[in-house]
């Protein structure tokens, strides 16, 4: 059973950037060919794809619309891979999500880290 866990500050002020960890279990981030991806949801708004780094080679992919503000990295000694944003603004509050993804969805997910963008 593969598992995820978001980790990160609850509380980020603007300007500054956000880092959140996705730690999993039960499964190597560096085996097949799945993809390890971030979304997010805004309150009152849908799911967003932000980027995903996959598997067997570490390629990244991002949303267009944040690509110029965000990084996603991983560790393969401690089967992590985390998520970087840049100059955060209150338009960056939300709950934030790491997943599995294979064949264009998503399978496994962590249960999801509120972040909350405020001075």
């Known amino acids: 059973q593969v598992r995820l866990q978001e980790s990160g500050p609850g509380v980020v002020k603007p300007s500054q950037t956000l880092s959140l960890t996705c730690t999993v279990s039960?499964?190597?981030?560096?085996?097949?060919?799945?993809?390890w991806s971030w979304l997010r949801q805004p309150p009152g708004q849908g799911l967003e794809w932000m980027g995903a780094i996959a598997a067997f080679d570490g390629t990244t992919y991002y949303s267009p619309s944040l690509e110029s503000r965000i990084s996603i990295s991983r560790d393969t000694s401690k089967n992590q891979f985390t998520l970087q944003v840049n100059s955060v603004t209150p338009e960056d509050t939300a709950v934030y999500y790491c997943?599995?993804?294979?064949?264009?969805?998503?399978?496994?997910w962590g249960q999801g880290t509120q972040v909350t963008v405020s001075s």
């Open positions: 997943a599995r993804t294979q064949n264009w969805s998503e399978d496994y």
């Open positions: 039960g499964g190597s981030i560096t085996w097949n060919y799945y993809f």
